[in-house]
C-alpha cells in the first residue's frame, strides 16, 4: 500500500517569514495530493490539492509542488501569519478506483512566531 | 463541512465496555470513512464504505467493527474497549464530483 512520509514534524518561523513543509511517496500510481490544515481541538480542512499532470499550484499565500519522478511535493507558505499556526498534513491517494482512499503523513506543527 | 455529524463528540470508556459512534451525512456521498487520530501519527484509516451495505478494511481495523445500513449513516463499534483505543475518532465523506474528503467535527473517546 501507499506510503507517506512528511518532514519536518515540527517548524518555528518568524511572522512574515516562509516555510515549506515537504512529503514523499512510495505507490507511483498515486495521482492526487491534498493538503489539510488542522486547527488545536477542529477537523482538518482542505488548503489546496495538486493533481499528477500538473506541477505547481498557487493560492494566494500558499503553493504546493509536485515531482513525480522523485515521488515528493511540498507545501510553500509564503509571508506567514500567527493565524498560519496549525498542524498541517499531506496526503496521497488514487482519483478514480474502489476505494479512492487518502493516506496521510504525520503532520509537521507549525508555530508563527510573532 | 458537508453536513457531516459526529456522536457523540465525547466519551469515557471503562476497559471493556462497548460503543458506537455515528457518523451521519445530509448529502447522498457513497464514500464514508473512519479514522483514528493519535499524536505524531496523523490520520490512520480503521474502515470505509463505497455504498449502502459495503465495508472494508483499513490500515488499522483490529478491534472496531462498521456497519452502513442506511446510505446516510456510517457506524463505527467497540466491542470491547481497550486503553490502546483512546484516541481521536474522525468520520469522512469523499465529494466525488469535486474529489474533496471533508471530516466531521470528531469525536474524543478516553478509554480507562
Known amino acids: 500500500g501507499e506510503n507517506v512520509e512528511q518532514h519536518p514534524s515540527t517548524l518555528s518561523v518568524q511572522e512574515g517569514d516562509s516555510a515549506v513543509i515537504k512529503c514523499t511517496y512510495s505507490d507511483s500510481a498515486s495521482n492526487y495530493f491534498p493538503w489539510y490544515k488542522q486547527e488545536l481541538g477542529k477537523r482538518p480542512q482542505l488548503i489546496i490539492d495538486?493533481?499528477?499532470?500538473?506541477g505547481k499550484k498557487k493560492d494566494q499565500r500558499i503553493a504546493v509542488t509536485l515531482n513525480k519522478t522523485a515521488k515528493h511535493f511540498s507545501l510553500h507558505i509564503t509571508e506567514t501569519q500567527p493565524e498560519d499556526s496549525a498542524v498541517y498534513f499531506c496526503?496521497?491517494?488514487?482519483?478514480?478506483?474502489?476505494?479512492?482512499?487518502?493516506?496521510f503523513g504525520s503532520g509537521t506543527q507549525l508555530t508563527v512566531l510573532p | 463541512n458537508a453536513g457531516v455529524t459526529q456522536t457523540p463528540k465525547f466519551r469515557v470508556l471503562k476497559t471493556g465496555q462497548s460503543m458506537t459512534l455515528l457518523c451521519a451525512q445530509d448529502?447522498?456521498?457513497?464514500?464514508m470513512y473512519w479514522y483514528r487520530q493519535d499524536p505524531g501519527m496523523g490520520l490512520r484509516l480503521i474502515h470505509y464504505?463505497?455504498?449502502?451495505?459495503?465495508?472494508a478494511k483499513g490500515e488499522v481495523p483490529d478491534g472496531y467493527n462498521v456497519s452502513r445500513l442506511k446510505k446516510q449513516n456510517f457506524l463505527l463499534g467497540l466491542e470491547s474497549a481497550a486503553p490502546s483505543q483512546t484516541s481521536v475518532y474522525f468520520c469522512a465523506i469523499r465529494d466525488l464530483a469535486k474529489n474533496i474528503q471533508y471530516f466531521g467535527a470528531g469525536t474524543r473517546l478516553s478509554v480507562l
Open positions: 495538486i493533481r499528477s499532470n500538473v
Open positions: 464504505s463505497v455504498g449502502e451495505g459495503t465495508t
Open positions: 496526503a496521497a491517494s488514487l482519483l478514480s478506483g474502489s476505494a479512492r482512499q487518502l493516506t
Open positions: 448529502m447522498n456521498h457513497e464514500y
